[in-house]
């Protein structure tokens, strides 16, 4: 059904080139291009002016000079446009939750991943926290702080960037009653595609992360640590070896979290008697929260086994020295399949709900003060 779908989207045109507007499936070329980004405020006149008559830099710098916003910043203008510079905010949004709420859950997750390498040593959450801090020092909590700030900024980047492109570029292609019926699929394979593109980026910072945090003398820093690891067992071996597993952890668990929160808002809105576009910013926000914990659980548990797989397989000598397919069976038959499923659990659910939650109430902030009028489906009249 999935596949279907895609391949249904995809027949519909499913790279416009043009600006998409809410509600709207195409947009002719001559529409200004920019979400508010380029539009003079109303009454200072036109913000388009025609390429045959100046440079679109000269158009840009006209419209600042107007406007006296800077592009990046400044708000919608009347209908809602979906276009590059749109998608430009969607992604800096995405970056910033992500390396905020995975930077400050550092010390959750050096806990978590002690408790998945070593389970006899650190077999709670809290008890893991004393036993790390006394034996090390507070400053172990945030072992891999650099690593995961900046990997996650980029992962979170292509991911919240990217699904808001590919869901928009499939409601433009499917149309407002198609889209809304489909919207669950949408969610999906949006989340699905974008986690792709943004695990090519992150697998090499989180196989460093995970290489600190289970030895936190192997180097100072991640730049070191990176180097030190390619000389060691080169870049596709070192820095790679965990790409099957972070896909069958990431894909899942974004694919997870999109759809369960999208459709757990749905719901929080219909019990409310109301849609986003009637509420203010903060009754958005906490509705946000709210569907990002629900989601963030559902997503943890899905990806849990293959996270465990992960921690495991970046930890030095884990599973013999065979292929990555090779460590990996050796990995999860001497873990189980009960221990995969639930060694860190616990620990992992109130990070990943806490983050999840976080993540979306964060991106929505963010979008709000730069400008961008987020993407919501709309329920089309007489349905």
Known sequence: AMASFIFDAYKSSLCSAHPVREGVTSVPPSFAAGSGAFAAPVGLGSAVVSASRKTFAASVVENVSRSRVSPFFAPSA??????????LKA???GGICCSITHGGLTPVDVVKTRMQLDPAKYPSMIGGFGKIAGEEGAAALLTGLGPTAFGYFVQGWFKFGGVEFFKIQFANALGEEKAW??????YLASAAMAEVIADVFLCPLEATRIRLVSNPSYANGMMAAMGKMAAEEGVIGAFYSG????LCKQVPYTMAKFAVQGAAAEQIYKSMGTEPSKCSGSTNITVSLGSGVIAGVAA???SHPADTLLSKINKAGAGGDGGMISRLYNIAAETGLVKL?????GARCVMIGTLTAGQFAVFDSVMGAIGASKFHFHKPEGK
């Open 78 to 87: 009347g209908e809602k446009v979906y276009d590059a510079m749109y998608y």
């Open 91 to 93: 992604a800096l949004a």
């Open 181 to 186: 019926d489909n919207r669950n699929n949408i």
């Open 243 to 246: 790409f099957f597993p972070i």
């Open 300 to 302: 943890a548990i899905i």
């Open 341 to 345: 499923c639930t060694q860190g659990l």
